[in-house]
Nanobody
Framework: VQLVESGGGLVQPGGSLRLSCAAS????????MKWFRQAPGKEREWVAT????????NYAASLKGRFTISRDNAKNTVYLQMNSLKPEDTAVYYC?????????WGQGTQVTVSS
């Protein structure tokens, strides 16, 4: 199982980014796929989930409306579209796959929101 995040970078406040999580070794539609983030000096926090069976989505309350999680089964990739970014969204963003009793992390991608 391998998860590779990409799409991070430096963006101005109010801007947008789309993060990608390319999966291998399993099928994303057969896993609960999640995004987490960890800001400097803070604990890692859950951002969003897309469920394996129904494809339903859930978001951290503070982020709902600005962030959207989705998946492309053909590309075996999960995305996180982030809009109206704020400086407090600065963090390393991690992809996580939960398959049965097992969980797997990607290496993370840095997102910096700054003018």
């Amino acid at each position: 199982v391998q998860l590779v995040e990409s799409g991070g970078g430096l963006v101005q406040p109010g801007g947008s980014l789309r993060l990608s999580c390319a999966a291998s070794g399993f099928t994303v539609s057969n896993a609960d796929m999640k995004w987490f983030r960890q800001a400097p000096g803070k604990e890692r926090e859950w951002v969003a989930t897309i469920s394996s069976t129904t494809g339903s989505t859930n978001y951290a309350a503070s982020l709902k409306g600005r962030f959207t999680i989705s998946r492309d089964n053909a590309k075996n990739t999960v995305y996180l579209q982030m809009n109206s970014l704020k400086p407090e969204d600065t963090a390393v963003y991690y992809c996580r796959a939960v398959i049965g009793l097992f969980g797997y992390w990607g290496q993370g991608t840095q997102v910096t929101v700054s003018s």
